[in-house]
């Protein structure tokens, strides 16, 4: 299968939030123009279109990347400013052509939401904003190490509203204090602000990141797993009731408005990726990029490979790989879409734990689909290795 979606990795932000371990760089814009040069070297891979888009074939000709989506994600990509953001798309539109009616994705902080970054978005042709909100409320907010506040918040999802842009807003449960009632202020005001997709995450404490280390002195403590629980529910409940539909683990979306390029993902359809830490797959084989910015950088432009980490799946664990990813999703995993996706009967891989999963109600299959029930959502990380473990 060809690749009809892309990833690009903006690896700049102006501020490391104290839970974050994702691959960026705070404070270091010096490094954007080596990051551009670098990023131009990268994409090279990709064939360039013809020089009359459509001269060849009478449409994008097959040989460049023809793309249904496209996501910017970071670092905070918003960080690069209106004239940045068009330098990178300029750079983009060089190799990879969106189709008509492309979803294009990029992440933004609120703060960086300006009249002005809003306008460079739609030259652009940005049509979907992920904001990084994390909560609406001034003690959560501050909880997390964050540098902008609620009203913040809603002044960039007003603006984003206004252009005509569907957004998509994170939010994040279990931080450090953080009650069920604020939980439910959020998602109320979430509700409230009309947005089009919510993405809810609870926090973990990963290693080397400065929360991680403050538990560990006992400055921090992680929200009590029954409270966690209750603020999942409780997002489940508050969303569903104000008509969004839970269609994976973590994301709620308005009907219609379900993220496309995740699904992508979910879908195990093989997708290109560019920028440190950035990982492309092809169906069978996950190539991850160095996570360090400046490795990433210096091997790009030496002419070297910029990759950290190679995943050659055998098609057995492909196709257990297909099973968790499916599974994440309330669609669940249909036996003869699975059989013609990966070449294997659903049954002879996970059928022992598929039964075990019935029996203690954290799925449910009625021969023709599986589903993880609400129970088994809630326990889901808990579960893979049953199906992982084999391969």
Known sequence: MTARSAYVHVPFCRHRCGYCDFTLVAGRDDLVDRYFAALARELERIPLPPAVPGASTGGVDPACLELDTLYVGGGTPSHLGPDGLRRLFALLRGRLVPAAAAEITIEANPLDVTDALVVALGECGVTRVSLGGQSLDAATLRALDRDHAADDVRAAVGRLHDAGLAV??????????????????????????????????????????????????????????????????????????????????SNFARPGCRCRHNEAYWDCRPWEAFGPGAARFDGRTRITNHRSTTTWIARVL???????????????????????????????VEREAFRAASGHDLDAVAGGAIARWVAAGLATDDGRQVRLTRAGLLVSDALWAEVLQAA
Request: net charge negative; glycine share 8%; charged share 30%.
């Open 168 to 249: 998509n807003l994170d939010l994040m449960t279990a931080a450090p204090g953080q009650s069920l009632a604020a939980v439910e202020r959020d998602l109320d005001a979430a509700v409230a602000l009309g947005v089009q997709h919510v993405s809810v995450y609870c926090l973990t404490w990963e290693q080397g990141t400065a929360f991680e280390a403050a538990r560990r002195r006992g400055a921090l403590r992680p929200a009590a797993e029954d409270l966690e629980r209750a603020m999942f529910e409780t997002a489940i409940d508050r969303l569903e009731a104000a008509g969004f539909e839970h269609y994976e683990v």
């Open 302 to 332: 030496a002419g070297a490979d910029g990759t950290g980490d190679v995943d050659a799946m055998t098609a057995e664990a492909a196709a257990r790989e297909r099973i968790v990813v499916g599974l994440r999703r309330r669609d669940g």
